[in-house]
């Protein structure tokens, strides 16, 4: 595992075990607690997910379309097969509906306007693209890396209303140290099993892009969460989740002979019938435990511009390379 695994898989088990379920706009309770905090460098470790599979695609077409776009315009993701907006998502007629997840039926509703089809409203890139800030930061970074006022708010109070969803990661707070690029990272609100993963994956790749057109080298990332919570509903995918740490940290004391053993038993069972979710983990775990290679980001480096790195559906100029994972868990979404 990650050393991002253990601290996540640390954070899930206190909210499970000392968090207070609350409940909240959406309709399906959380277990919350108030505060958490992260520490990754990465010059160490790029932090992505073992415990399940990140579809890393998925995260960096996202912050290239906030930060690099800077577009609301959830169609832009259509077109790189990227739905992970389409719950907020303004309808054709601009009016923008929640239903409820179990009946589908009709919960609310607001009308924001025919201009803004298609789009989650004035939210992330919108603001960005309004007050120019990518391209003060860059500016910043690169011509006056002292300042102390490197700093990104998405939370504009003005464009609140006229947001399907403000900004969740609303704030970042950027320094040049030493030759490394550092960012500290604001969340005012964590869905940790769907969000944070995805988040910090992220936002590792967006630092290490500003910094690689900046001639700097990617440094450090400190993580800020204002209410870090786990929906009821995903408690069983939680708990799937801290068991794989479990297991792995079992397997991890077998000699290599034993686990080339099981590894062949589980092999041998899956070619004469199906695998149970588990064993099929436990062979990827083997896997990660035999031939341990650690993921890394690779960023093309001809790029010296960051609105000229490929955003395509293929992505050629950013991939993550040599991830391994222990397979897919599937949390519900909660609008």
Known sequence: MTEFDIEYLKLCKRILTEGIEVENRTGTNTIKIPSYHFHFDLSKEFPILQTKQLFFKN????????????????????????HIWDEWMIDSDGIYRTYDKKTKELISEKNFGIEFAGTIGTAYGWILDRYKLVDYLLDTIKNNPKDRR????????EWLDTAVLPSCVWST???????????????????VPLGLPFNVTQYAT????????????????????????IYVDQIDGVNIQLKRGEIYNKLQKDSVLDLKRLKQKLEDKEFATDLTEE??????????ILEPEKAYLWVNPDITNF?????????????????????KIKFPITQ
């Open 206 to 229: 967006l630092v290490t892009l500003l910094a690689q057109v900046s001639g700097l080298k990617p440094g450090t990332i400190d993580w800020s969460i204002k209410d870090a919570h």
């Open 279 to 288: 064993e099929k983990s436990k062979l990827k775990m083997i896997d990660i």
């Open 173 to 191: 707070e950027w320094d040049v140290t030493d030759g490394k690029l550092n960012v500290w990272v604001h969340q005012r609100s964590c869905d």
């Open 59 to 82: 995260a960096i077409t996202e912050i290239l379309w906030i930060y690099q776009a800077q577009s609301n315009d959830v169609r832009w993701l259509h077109e790189r097969n990227n």
């Open 307 to 327: 609105y000229e790195f490929d955003n395509s559906k293929e992505l050629k100029d950013i991939k993550v390379k040599q991830y391994k994972h222990m397979g």
């Open 150 to 157: 490197a700093v990104i708010s998405l939370w504009q109070n």
